[in-house]
Nanobody, 130 residues
Framework: QVQPVESGGGSVQAGGSLRISCAAS????????MGWFRRAPEKEREEEER?????????????DYADSVKGRFTISRDNAKSTLFLQMNSLKPEDTAVYYC??????????????????WGQGTQVTVFS
């Protein structure tokens, strides 16, 4: 399987917005649910498990969000371009993390912790300063 490629991260002041993207091969993308995950700096160093952020089915419907981002983040996808997006508004310092995307297998409208996932990309760093 080919690794996805995340992009669009950066530094933004608290309350600001950022949109990040994830590009994957058409074969790896179009028939699968996709999700965003993140890992905070201190957890990145320890290589701890990534935290679920948002997911969407292969049709671009039935989104699911972590409680911590509901109402602030929006996940979407463009299957014609095999690209996944995460629009992040009202950003908080605690959103600072490396953000990763991955395929989610066995997605049925909501993310199930422990669901099998596809390969990770390198991630994109999002830093929110106060």
């Amino acid at each position: 399987q080919v690794q996805p490629v995340e992009s669009g991260g950066g530094s933004v002041q608290a309350g600001g917005s950022l949109r990040i993207s994830c590009a994957a091969s058409e074969r790896a993308f179009n028939n699968y649910a996709m999700g965003w995950f993140r890992r905070a700096p201190e957890k990145e160093r320890e290589e701890e498990e990534r935290e679920f952020v948002a997911a969407i089915n292969y049709l671009g419907t039935s989104p699911d969000y972590a409680d911590s981002v509901k109402g602030r983040f929006t996940i979407s996808r463009d299957n014609a371009k095999s690209t996944l997006f995460l629009q992040m508004n009202s950003l908080k310092p605690e959103d600072t993390a490396v953000y990763y995307c991955a395929q989610i297998f066995d997605y049925r409208g909501s993310y199930r912790p422990g669901a099998p996932l596809g390969p990770w990309g390198q991630g994109t760093q999002v830093t929110v300063f106060s």
